[in-house]
């Protein structure tokens, strides 16, 4: 028997659902068609911004981004996903409207990573979803009853790629103003 060799190390940031929800979200995907190449509930998350893979992660490496953490202030808001769209190698939940609180804190992180030096993965680009499980198929779009949580909280990930672990190794709670619901006022 083979064994996937480690190809490296992914650094991310991330929401990540509650595990009681992400539990729930893992059992009603039980239609899902390839049960092995299921996410597990405690790897159900939104990538907020990505960065290119490592050999290594270096302790400087990982103090850099606890900085950006750190630095990034945002408040807790409402993500509601309501569509699950299979590609030609994935099945994820998508919203069907854009969260304007979570593009901020995406613009937030990815100037707070550039100011530091660090480059996006080459190939990412910011597109809210939730991947539930990689398969061969055709590609769909459905419907399905909203799936949501406030996002109190992000989270810096230590994906161990190829081996299936998820580390993680910062969490920042939401807790700051939303700057646009103080300019109603």
Known sequence: MFHRPITGHRLFFA?????????????AASWFDVPEQKRRPEHLHVAIDILEDHDRVSTALERDLKAIGDAVEAAPFA????????????IA????????????????IAVARESAGLRARADYRFSPHMTLGYRDGAPFTQDIAPIG????????????????????????????????????F
């Open 93 to 108: 939940l998508r919203p069907r409207r854009e969260s304007a609180s979570l593009a901020a804190l995406h613009q937030r």
């Open 15 to 27: 929401i990540r659902p509650p595990l009681s929800l992400a539990r729930q979200i893992a059992a």
């Open 149 to 184: 949580w406030t996002a109190d909280a992000f989270v810096l990930v230590h994906s161990h790629v190829g081996r299936a672990r998820h580390d993680v190794i910062g969490r920042w709670l939401l807790n700051g103003n939303d700057d646009r619901q103080l300019a109603l």
């Open 79 to 90: 993500l509601q996903f309501d569509t699950a769209v299979g590609s030609d190698r994935s």
